[in-house]
């Protein structure tokens, strides 16, 4: 049958989330930088805010490269929770969309204390610095 299949970016990107989420320590994705420049388009009003920020994917020939920006809960060693999410992510994208990975990189760009909460929702009252 003639014809051709494209899986676009964003749905790779959104599997990726969803894979890396899944691994225990994941405590969000994106960091400090992201969020913080998230939270200025948001506020100043230009462009929409990515829902898998802190992913990136890039599609050519079937053939996919995936990097990643984490935040890892405060506990978990950060180098069993990152290379658990290069695994699964790896496993994940390749099983739901047949694509071949050529690489997943894995930045930890934070790590969450037990008591913080989102940054979107702090107060400085709250804050501990």
């Given at each position: 049958m003639k014809g051709r299949i494209k899986v676009a970016d964003e749905v790779v990107e959104?599997?990726?989330f969803l894979a890396a989420m899944e691994v225990p320590g994941v405590?969000?994705?994106g960091g400090d930088l992201a969020r913080a420049f998230e939270s200025v388009?948001?506020?100043i009003g230009i462009g929409s805010q990515s829902g898998n920020q802190g992913i990136r994917a890039q599609v050519q020939d079937r053939q996919v490269a995936v990097s990643l920006t984490i935040v890892v809960e405060?506990?978990?060693?950060v180098m069993e929770?990152?290379?658990a999410v290069?695994?699964?992510v790896a496993r994940s994208v390749s099983r739901m969309l047949g694509l071949r990975i050529t690489e997943v990189n894995v930045t930890v760009d934070d790590v969450r204390l037990p008591d913080e909460s989102n940054p979107t929702t702090d107060s400085p009252e709250t804050d501990p610095f």
């Amino acid at each position: 049958m003639k014809g051709r299949i494209k899986v676009a970016d964003e749905v790779v990107e959104k599997v990726a989330f969803l894979a890396a989420m899944e691994v225990p320590g994941v405590a969000g994705m994106g960091g400090d930088l992201a969020r913080a420049f998230e939270s200025v388009r948001d506020r100043i009003g230009i462009g929409s805010q990515s829902g898998n920020q802190g992913i990136r994917a890039q599609v050519q020939d079937r053939q996919v490269a995936v990097s990643l920006t984490i935040v890892v809960e405060y506990g978990h060693v950060v180098m069993e929770v990152a290379t658990a999410v290069k695994t699964n992510v790896a496993r994940s994208v390749s099983r739901m969309l047949g694509l071949r990975i050529t690489e997943v990189n894995v930045t930890v760009d934070d790590v969450r204390l037990p008591d913080e909460s989102n940054p979107t929702t702090d107060s400085p009252e709250t804050d501990p610095f």
